[in-house]
Each structure stands twice: as C-alpha cells, then as structure tokens.
C-alpha cells in the first residue's frame, strides 16, 4: 500500500469538495481507506479512492440533473407508440396530423387510429338514455364533463372488465358526453353524427363549421405526455380504470397553464384592445420581461405547426365584425417579428372561437373533447406496459435531528 499515492487531509478535501468531517464519514464507510503517517496526526488517503468516490459523486449529480431537467421538457422518459412531436411536425402513429387533417380525416378516424382499434364502420353510439341530463349553463364546461365521468363509470355495468374490444366503447361514449354537454343550453342533444357535428349544434354555430371543429378536435388529440396525459397515465398505471384516469387528466387539464390557456390569451386580447396597439404594447410586455401568453412553444421553435391551419379556417369563416380576431392576428404578426415568438395551438383554438362568435372558454371545451381520445390511447398504452410510473424525489430539506 506504501507504494500507492496518497493525500492528505486537505488534498482529499479539496479534490472531493468536502469538509473533513464528510471525508471522515467516507473513511468510516470504507469508501476511502486512509494510511497513519509517522505522525497520527497526519493521516493519508489512498489517492485512488479518493478519486473513485468524486467520479460517483460527479456521476450521481449528473444523473440527478438529468433527471431533474426530464420533468421539465427535458430528455424523453417513457417510450410511447403514439406520438411523435418534432422541432417541425407532429405525428400520430407516424401519421402527419396536418396532413391527416388536410386529407380530410374525420375526428372518429383520427381517434381510433390513436387507439389502434378497428373503425367501428356505424356512428359512434350515444351513451344510455338520461346520463346527459340537463345541467346549468353557469357550470363551465370542464365541471359538467367532470360531473358525467361518475355518472358514465355508475351506469357501466361491466366497468371492471378492460380489453380490446370494451376500452374503446367506452372512450367513445365518453367523447360523445362530452360533446353534447358543451355549449350555453347544455343537455340533451339531437343525435347529430359526427362528433364535430354535435358540437356545432351545440355551440349554435352554422353546420358549415363543422368541418372546422373536426380539424381542431384533430389536431389537438394527441399531444404526448402533456401535463393531463401525464396524469392519465400515472393514474392508469396504478391500476385506475378509464373513467378514473380520464377524470384525472381532466383535472389536471383545467389549470391556466394547459387546458385554460386560451383564456389567459383572450384576457392578453382585451388588454391590448385593438390590432394598431398590439406591436407597442407587447414589445413593452417584453422590454418589461413578462411573459405572453400564447406565444412560443419549446417543442416546436420554429412555429406550432397546428396553428396556422386553425388560423386559416378562422380566417374563412369569420363574418361581420371581427376586432378581437384581428387583435389577435395582429399580435401573432407582431410577436412573430418581434423574438421570433410563434402563436401556439391554444391561440389558434381562441381564434377560431373569435370567428364562431363564441366565447373563449368554448376553445377550451373543444380542447378537452379533442384531448379525450390522446387520453384515453395513453391509458391504454400503459396499461399494456404493466408498469407502475412511481418517480423519486430528492430530499432537499432540513437534516434529520
């Protein structure tokens, strides 16, 4: 052992960046294994364990950043068949969404497609009679889908069977509620096939829209483990049945950061109050360093490529007076030469609903009855993966006493 090299006290610590005290904890551990010098007081340190024990410290830290940085945007952390979203497309399955969307692919196709189920080949069916039952028009949207999941999983007699063919009955009668509940009479809707088609009655829009409300429930399907998805699948994997994990990402889709968003950029519209304000005040937002919402996708840096179709069925359906959409659009032009900071889906749902006439919590409705079926093909992912998503956390409080 003499013939090794070694350190002393303070070499170890620097190289180890610790105070003795952690240094001696590593010795006791047998970590670092120490040598007596002729002098006791001036203890040695094998250089190679020293050096051993800082390259595991260098490593754990490294892996905990990774691990950190994953949660928020960062490398991917499960593997999924579902979607793919690139710096410049988005994929369903391999499928370009856009080009899907372009094509013509109905809502119930692009569904099943994420599904990977057989096309029913018949309209979806309605769920039994007297589940949509009449509900306030002062309860948002969100709050009625999330009073029908109970109702739905209470009249599923057969809730505790799961397989190929009964998941996706059931994620299409929970679409299909969720569709006749959106708009300012909620209840019971005529049967009106497809979904898109539902919605536009319901909205009280023209039928013409409908192919519109089919591209956006098309877009906005599938989007990989957003927040809500997330919570779908951490809820599935403990074993929660679909009207549980459904409910789950539906609560956790209702924050302002996610599912709400188009109503913080509606509330960014009012403040700017017209198309000519709209370059000054939000270049004073950004001098300012405050955020705008809406605007800029870490995903996506050269533009969310859902937007612009959104923006163009906005643009053709748009009638009468139209001054928030124009706020809107001019915003978009703005911010666009301005970071480059591109509008985002959640701006192009607002700006459809700007065309329609509709408030902005509609762009969030439409948004969660498109997201359903993402949700539901992600508890049915990982539900096929057996696995239980049960991350670590690091303890970074007070020691214990």
């Known amino acids: 052992m003499s013939t090794k090299k070694l350190l002393t006290t303070k070499e170890a610590c620097q190289l180890l960046g610790v105070k003795p005290a952690t240094l001696y904890t590593y010795v006791s551990r047998g970590l670092i294994r120490g040598v007596e010098g002729e002098d006791r007081r001036q203890r040695r340190y094998l250089a190679e364990d020293v050096s051993r024990v800082r390259a595991r410290a260098e490593a754990r830290r490294g892996h905990?950043?990774?691990?950190?940085?994953?949660?928020?945007?960062?490398?991917?952390?499960?593997?999924?068949?579902?979607?793919?979203?690139?710096p410049e497309r988005?994929?369903?399955?391999?499928?370009?969404?856009?080009?899907?969307?372009?094509?013509?692919?109905?809502?119930?196709?692009?569904?099943?497609?994420?599904?990977?189920?057989?096309?029913?080949?018949?309209?979806?069916?309605?769920?039994?009679?007297?589940?949509?039952?009449?509900?306030?028009?002062?309860?948002?949207?969100?709050?009625?889908?999330?009073?029908?999941?109970p109702r739905l999983a209470e009249a599923d007699q057969a809730r505790g069977q799961h397989g190929f063919a009964a998941d996706p009955a059931r994620a299409r009668s929970i679409i299909r509620a969720f569709a006749a509940s959106v708009g300012p009479r909620p209840g019971p809707a005529p049967r009106f096939d497809p979904v898109a088609r539902t919605l536009a009655d319901r909205l009280g829009v023209p039928a013409k829209a409908a192919p519109a409300l089919d591209a956006a429930l098309c877009l906005v399907a599938e989007h990989e483990l957003n927040v809500s998805t997330f919570a779908a699948r951490v809820a599935a994997s403990g074993g929660a049945d679909l009207y549980a994990s459904v409910g789950a990402a539906l609560y956790a889709f209702s924050g302002p950061r996610h599912g709400s968003a188009p109503v913080r950029i509606a509330g960014l519209v009012d403040e700017l109050g017209s198309p000519r304000r709209a370059k000054a005040a939000l270049l004073a937002r950004l001098e300012r360093g405050e955020t705008v919402p809406g605007f800029g996708h870490r995903l996506y840096p050269g533009g969310d490529p859902r937007t612009l179709p959104l923006v163009r069925w906005a643009q053709r359906l748009a009638r009468g007076k139209q001054d928030k959409l124009q706020t809107l659009l001019a915003a978009a032009d703005a911010m666009a030469g301005l970071g480059p900071h591109h509008m985002t889906v959640d701006g192009g749902l607002l700006a459809l609903t700007y065309a329609l006439h509709l408030p902005p919590a509609a762009a969030t409705a439409l948004f969660a009855v498109g997201r359903s079926a993402g949700w539901a093909a992600h508890v049915f992912e990982q539900r096929q993966t057996g696995a239980l998503l049960r991350p670590r956390a690091r303890y970074v409080g007070p020691p214990a006493e």
Do not use: H, M
């Not at 094509?103 to 309209?123: N, R, T, Y």
């Open 90 to 149: 988005l994929t369903y399955r391999g499928r370009d969404v856009v080009a899907l969307v372009e094509a013509g692919s109905p809502f119930e196709a692009v569904a099943e497609l994420l599904w990977d189920a057989p096309a029913l080949g018949a309209p979806w069916p309605w769920p039994q009679a007297g589940l949509l039952a009449r509900q306030s028009a002062e309860v948002p949207e969100l709050w009625r889908f999330a009073r029908l999941i």
């Open 64 to 86: 905990q950043a990774v691990a950190v940085g994953a949660l928020r945007f960062g490398d991917p952390v499960l593997d999924t068949e579902l979607c793919e979203a690139g």
